[in-house]
């Protein structure tokens, strides 16, 4: 394995001084390095993958260097325009390293959600023209090799980074808040003042997790229960299409800030249509949580202010449990015309012992659409 340490300052050495990004759980260790040792200005932790690929276009405009750009797998979706409409060489023709996380690598177990996008992590650089390498024991040759092609095309590459690839590094700069609340707990709290006919769509990670486990506790089953397992930031797009069609039910959104920020003009299209049926829950710890721990701007951004900007028709921020139960008792109980908003600030963290879900993504969707058609 390779030590974080080791391997940014041979990128470093190699003249890769800026950094920008979203964290993944194989780079959680390198992210976690990144963040002690760089200064904040040249390691941004962006809203999402394309966003992080325009930051290092900035860079270079300015500097004439070259940046890097590590990310989930999954996040190529999201970086695939601005690779090819802003940096490709038939476009701007602008350098940029790529480091990428290969969740649902072909033959190494993973979550559903990964499968695909394992299968053509390879195959979509090939058909970008990105040429890249899958890190190795021979990673300080392949880093040299990558630099030099940079160097010599002006263009980019990419390095491939394998399940246990890097060292375990503890990150040493932590941004926590000590709210009352922890996120498991405050779900729970939410669970136990839904009606019995709620729809709940919650995001990507540990969230969806928390409350399959929850309703396994309950005995309650899953069938109300959307779990977006992959697609961060969609979750409240999938749940104003499910409330836009279904008028009678309604529909409970269970977001993060970390996916809330990902695609956050979601919210204007929320507040735009203003659906007296849909309520939207951000379970805020200013942190991605799932995959480390490494910092948003969640806790630093006035999400309440946000939501009413773009629409929302009610706006509530919780730190305890007993505002929290008021909170739910209010969107039960009071008459609300139209859409609304409870961010939940809760700390950091999660139980290690956390299970995951032991339906498969087709029977949840299959549960759910028979329960929408009562």
């Known amino acids: 394995m390779i030590q974080p340490k080791d391997f940014i300052e041979t990128l470093r050495a190699g003249g890769i001084e800026f950094f920008a990004g979203v964290p993944d759980s194989l780079l959680k260790n390198l992210c976690a390095y990144i963040t002690d040792s760089i200064a904040r200005e040249n390691n941004i932790i962006a809203a999402n993958e394309g966003g992080a690929v325009a930051l290092a276009a900035g860079y270079h405009l300015a500097t004439g260097k070259t940046g890097c750009v590590y990310m989930q797998n999954s996040g190529e979706g999201n970086a695939v325009n601005p690779l090819l409409s802003l940096m490709d060489a038939d476009v701007y023709k602008m350098p940029l390293l790529l480091i990428v996380g290969w969740r649902g690598e072909p033959g190494v177990h993973d979550e559903p959600q990964h499968v695909k996008q394992g299968k053509v992590t390879l195959s979509l650089l090939e058909t970008m023209g990105i040429p890249y390498a899958v890190l190795d024991d021979s990673w300080e040759k392949q880093v040299a090799e990558a630099l030099q092609t940079i160097q010599e095309t002006n263009g980019i590459f990419a390095l491939i980074v394998r399940k246990g690839t890097f060292e375990d590094y503890k990150l040493q700069k932590q941004e926590t808040a000590n709210w009352e609340l922890g996120r498991e707990e405050a779900i729970k709290i939410v669970v136990d003042k839904l009606r019995e006919d709620d729809i709940v769509v919650s995001t990507t990670g540990m969230i969806s997790r928390e409350l399959f486990e929850y309703r396994e506790t309950k005995g309650q089953g899953h069938a109300h229960d959307f779990l977006t397992v992959g697609s ?34 979601g919210l204007a299209i929320i507040g735009d249509y203003n659906p007296k049926n849909l309520v939207h829950i951000v379970f805020n710890n200013g942190a991605h949580d799932s995959v480390g721990g490494q910092p948003t701007v969640g806790q630093k951004i006035d999400v309440e202010a946000v939501a009413k900007a773009v629409g929302y028709s009610d706006v509530i921020s919780v730190e305890n449990q007993m505002s929290l139960m008021a909170a739910m008792n209010h969107v039960n109980n009071a008459v609300i015309d139209g859409v609304s908003l409870i961010n939940v600030n809760v700390r950091k963290g999660n139980r290690k012992d956390l299970g995951r879900p032991t339906t498969t993504p087709q029977q949840n969707k299959e549960a759910l659409m028979k329960e929408l058609e009562k």
């Open 232 to 265: 961060m930031g969609h979750a409240s797009q999938i749940a104003l299409g499910i409330a836009l069609q279904k008028p009678t039910r309604r529909v409970i959104v269970f977001d993060g800030d970390g996916a809330l920020l990902m695609h956050m003009g």
